[in-house]
T-cell receptor, first 113, second 110 residues
């Protein structure tokens, strides 16, 4: 199993550009999440999904969009990139259950200039 | 809402024991997780507590007191590879989501 994979690993965007961060998991997890992590800060939840076709906002959803057409994939779309979106983005997945941990992908380091 | 506090940084010596504290305030508690995150890498799961008491996993143990809103991660026989950030995360009642603290950066020196 590859676990949770993310592409790209690094990206530099200009202000106003758009891009999609890809996330795929092969563990048949029904729950998937997107977080951002800024230096010295904790992980902040952007969006999450409890299954294909179902998504919901987290703590910091502004400027982002998601979709979940399959169990495996959960792409994150940035429209009109801003310097405030410079961050490391982590995708995670888990089974349903209160004691079940989330498993994280390797992250995408995004810089907006 | 939830508020989670951890010390920002700690230092310790190889072979020693270190305790990393986490305090939380939440309107509904449904479990606490500890994750380890090496610099430039993804967080990885270490432990889970939902009932009061100590959970032991090899060199790592985690303790929870729900009445005090307090947890700690205990690392024994420290190794250089334990230099990392340790993230405390709380699960709120009724939700699958986690709220993370800002993490404690641990530096282990020879």
């Amino acid at each position: 199993n590859a676990g949770v994979t993310q592409t790209p690993k690094f990206r530099i965007l200009k202000i106003g550009q758009s891009m999609t961060l890809q996330c795929t998991q092969d563990m048949n997890h029904n729950y998937m999440y997107w977080y951002r992590q800024d230096p010295g800060m904790g992980l902040k939840l952007i969006y999450y999904s409890v299954g294909a076709g179902i998504t919901d906002k987290g703590e910091v959803p502004n400027g982002y969009n998601v979709s979940r057409s399959t169990t495996e994939d959960f792409p994150l779309r940035l429209e009109l990139a801003a310097p405030s979106q410079t961050s490391v983005y982590f995708c995670a997945s888990s089974y349903e259950g209160t004691s079940i941990p989330q498993y994280f992908g390797p992250g995408t380091r995004l810089t907006v200039l | 809402g939830q508020n989670i506090d951890q010390p920002t940084e700690m230092t310790a010596t190889e072979g020693a024991i270190v305790q990393i504290n986490c305090t939380y305030q939440t309107s509904g508690f449904n479990g606490l997780f500890w994750y380890q995150q090496h610099a430039g890498e993804a967080p990885t799961f270490l432990s889970y507590n939902v009932l009061d008491g100590l959970e032991e996993k090899g060199r790592f143990s985690s303790f929870l007191s729900r009445s005090k809103g307090y947890s700690y991660l205990l690392l024994k026989e420290l190794q250089m590879k334990d230099s990392a950030s340790y993230l405390c995360a709380v699960r709120h009642t009724g939700f699958q989501k986690l709220v993370f603290g800002t993490g404690t950066r641990l530096l282990v020196s020879p």
